[in-house]
């Protein structure tokens, strides 16, 4: 199958793109799409169409204050945006400056504290950071949540506890696995008394999860890598559901891509690792049966993946009744259930 880039473009205007959270998290209209049938459902329905013996997997990241602003040694002003920490005093970041900073030059940040710039990496420069404090602390005391750029205002006080799940755990990511957002107590207890589980894993998203493809030839794409750990538990529980007959859904395209990447080679192995899969129609699924997402930008490897998972004209046709309907897209948007479409492969 050749596919280009405007394969996976859509027309979408701008009121329907989502600035704020609900005042409820579970409040969110979800879109359901069964084998290329369409439902509109809210949020609160999840438990009614799922069955006892379903397994929820979960990704438990927490998103870090990645965003750092400052400038450079000759006055300029400076962004960075923390990709990835690599160690306790060393990191992957974008920065965005009027001239590129050269390597060994100073960026002053957060008016606290000097960086170091040690080179580049790709497109991401390599920073080295004071070492007389923890990195992930030094960001938490001085650093900004980082909202996606297509949200048109800085974070507040209400972002620190809404663009993270109520499961947040594990810090690292610089972008929330924005599935998980729509999860409250309320509705993991109703999941609960239905009898479906419950399982965990941890992907760090990278500022890369935000950077457009920029070819037309998708088989030219190269993914960003991201990191994740699949404990035993995890596992284990997913084999128990698959021998009692249960569905294994994915709560987010970021867990869907830890299990996916983890069983590219075999069974699904419990460990942590880093995947850069991309995921285009045509990819056999080898773990989830379902999935629990948001809508995902025009021309984006997540619109490319859920494309794989449902067929290409599924998803046309419930994001053109999506955009019909006013749903609310991206990160503090409406959600969508897709079950694994095989036909469509």
């Not at 935000?210 to 994740?228: A, K, S, T």
């Not at 494309?307 to 599924?314: Q, V």
Request: one cysteine or more; proline letters at 5%; glycine letters at 8%.
């Amino acid at each position: 199958m050749t596919l280009t880039l405007d394969d996976f473009d859509y027309d979408l205007p701008a009121r329907l793109i989502a600035q704020a959270p609900l005042a409820q998290r579970s409040a969110s209209r979800l879109l359901v799409l069964d084998q290329g049938r369409l439902e509109d459902r809210m949020m609160t329905d999840l438990p009614a169409l799922l069955r006892q013996g379903d397994l929820l997997v979960f990704n438990d990241t927490r998103v870090i204050h990645a965003r750092l602003r400052g400038v450079k040694a000759t006055g300029g002003q400076v962004e960075v945006l923390v990709e990835r920490p690599i160690g306790a005093h060393e990191a992957l970041a974008m920065v965005r400056a009027s001239k590129s900073p050269q390597t060994g030059s100073r960026l002053h940040l957060a008016d606290a504290f000097d960086v170091t710039v040690l080179g580049r990496v790709g497109e991401f420069y390599h920073l080295r950071f004071p070492e007389s404090c923890n990195l992930l602390d030094l960001l938490e005391r001085h650093g900004e949540l980082p909202l996606p750029p297509y949200i048109e205002r800085g974070a507040d006080e209400h972002d620190e506890s809404r663009y993270q799940t109520v499961y947040a755990r594990e810090p690292g990511s610089v972008a929330a696995p924005t599935a998980g957002l729509h999860f409250d107590e309320a509705l993991l207890a109703a999941l609960a008394a239905r009898g479906v589980g419950c399982a965990w894993l941890t992907l760090h998203v990278g500022a890369g999860t935000f950077q457009p493809v920029r070819v037309n030839d998708l088989g030219e794409h190269r993914m960003h890598r991201e990191r994740y750990v699949i404990p035993q538990e995890t596992v284990e529980a997913i084999a128990a559901t698959r021998a009692a007959g249960g569905r294994v859904i994915a709560v987010g395209t970021t867990s869907l891509r830890a299990i996916e990447g983890a069983a590219q080679d075999g069974p699904l192995i419990a460990g942590a690792g880093e995947t850069e899969l991309f995921i285009l129609p045509g990819f056999r699924f080898q773990v989830a049966d379902a999935l629990v997402t948001n809508f995902h930008l025009p021309r984006s490897t997540l619109l490319m993946l859920v494309s794989a998972f449902a067929g290409i004209e599924p998803i046309r046709r419930a994001y053109a009744h999506a955009v019909e309907h006013a749903y609310r897209f991206f990160s503090y948007g409406d959600a969508m259930f897709i079950t694994r479409n095989d036909d469509e492969i």
